[in-house]
Nanobody, 115 residues
Framework: QVQLVESGGGLVQPGESLRLSCAASGIFFSLYTVDWYRQAPGKQRELVASIKSGGGTNYPDLVKGRFTISRDNAKNTVYLQMNSLNPEDTAVYLC?????????WGQGTQVTVSS
């Protein structure tokens, strides 16, 4: 059974940082592309970071320079380091893995940025 478990979310003030984790089980993790998406109330789900099996990364402009995705295949875990958070980053952050048309999603972790 495939499981993706996100952790690390919480309430922070503007300008602060958080590191999210996505721990995978039930798949040969190192072969999968891993993405972080986020979904805020009333908004579409949007991609915030992606890392391929070979380690190549991709970020949309809205987080480039602030967010960093990394992976530790020995631990079957992907991380999302988020710096300089602002209220617009408030959302549920979801982990997604994919390979050859096969997709799995985690349940998400809430990130709230508020003063």
């Amino acid at each position: 059974q495939v499981q993706l478990v996100e952790s690390g979310g919480g309430l922070v003030q503007p300008g602060e940082s958080l590191r999210l984790s996505c721990a995978a089980s039930g798949i040969f993790f190192s072969l999968y592309t891993v993405d972080w998406y986020r979904q805020a109330p009333g908004k579409q789900r949007e991609l915030v970071a992606s890392i391929k099996s070979g380690g190549g990364t991709n970020y949309p402009d809205l987080v480039k320079g602030r967010f960093t995705i990394s992976r530790d295949n020995a631990k079957n875990t992907v991380y999302l380091q988020m710096n300089s958070l602002n209220p617009e980053d408030t959302a549920v952050y979801l982990c997604h893995v994919s390979r050859w048309g096969i997709h799995y999603w985690g349940q998400g972790t809430q990130v709230t940025v508020s003063s």
